[in-house]
């Protein structure tokens, strides 16, 4: 992988505070933050391919956490918004509320990059730590920290 997930984040496309509770509309806030990022060619197509995939499966991985994701032609590289909700958002088609919200796109022709990825973040949310010093994290930059310390935590370990 091109590097480490914390190199994938940027404190701009992170939001601490998700206004909506509803799972489509939190999402486009989200998804949102990655409009403009110069490696998303074609926002609205990549947001379309995202709510296509949400409609398929769930994308939620349990503890409060999903993973919405779209292979895409229309990003050049990997991107990832993240948006984390006080309140929680309802997940209907698995009954779950989520509270961290990781939105991915990845390329269609390197699916091997969003393998990595999502290993590495299955890893992190594994220790009950990690997740709750990401929803304790004050500001963006604090919750990319947070990130950065559950990897190195994680690459002492492998």
Known sequence: MAGRLSQLLDPSRITLNVQSTKRTVALNEVARLLDGHPDVTNFQGFYNELLARERLDTTCLG??????????????????????????????????????????????????????VVSALCKIFKDPANREALLAAATPEAFVQAIVSAEEKLSAHA
């Not at 958002?89 to 393998?115: A, C, W």
């Open 63 to 116: 503890n409060e956490i999903a993973l919405p994701h779209g292979r895409t032609e229309h990003v050049k590289k990997i991107v990832m918004a993240v948006g984390r909700s006080p309140a929680g958002i309802h997940f209907e088609n698995s009954n779950q509320n989520v509270r961290l919200m990781f939105v991915l796109g990845t390329p269609k022709s390197n699916p091997g990059d969003y393998l990595q």
